[in-house]
């Protein structure tokens, strides 16, 4: 007896293929429904059968976009050593993507800046708060002695990489400046942690009135 033969990419996986495709070149207000559908050669009943509408297949493409980067920063992770290696990795592995052909920059802020509706403002905040508790968690485990506020000022850094890459159209650049950023700053961080526990003064700021 012949083998069967293997079930292509369902109507779901053609549809959310179709719609990071389209929606991530060219914007997801810009893109309509019937674009996507063309896209995935479904039909659109499928597509309101799947998702319920736009609005919801614009929340799984984002969703789809937040796994990938998990997965790309999971693997840079991986191949990491020390805690410090590990909190830069995640710039590395956000430098590979600048490098990419078709990179347009961060997708939830372009989907942000084009359609804050509910679906767009949740998938968005859900992945912020994503890559702030990632940066956050590797600080304190570098031994940072203030983690959440070198994790906020390590996504303000993440943040403007990605649009300098975008509007600046040089990645190489825009990674080469914020790694030198990220290592100077982690590195303060961490000398005034080891300050601390050693038990040696702190320099104090100058009185106010001295020069």
Known sequence: MGTKAAAGPSARERLLKAANEL???EGVHTVGIDRVIERAGVAKASLYNTFGSKDELVRAYLEGRHERVAQRISQYLEQSGTSRERLLAVFEAQGSLFAEPGFRG????SASAESPGPAVTLA????RAWVRGLLSGLAREAGAPDPEGLG???HMLYDGASL???MDHDPAGAHAAVRAAVETLL????ATGRAGRSGRPRPSSPAKGIQ
């Open 187 to 190: 590195d303060a961080a961490l």
């Open 23 to 25: 929606f991530y070149a």
């Open 106 to 109: 961060c997708a939830f802020v």
């Open 152 to 154: 906020r000022q390590l």
């Open 124 to 127: 968005a905040e859900e992945y």
């Open 164 to 166: 300098s890459a975008r």
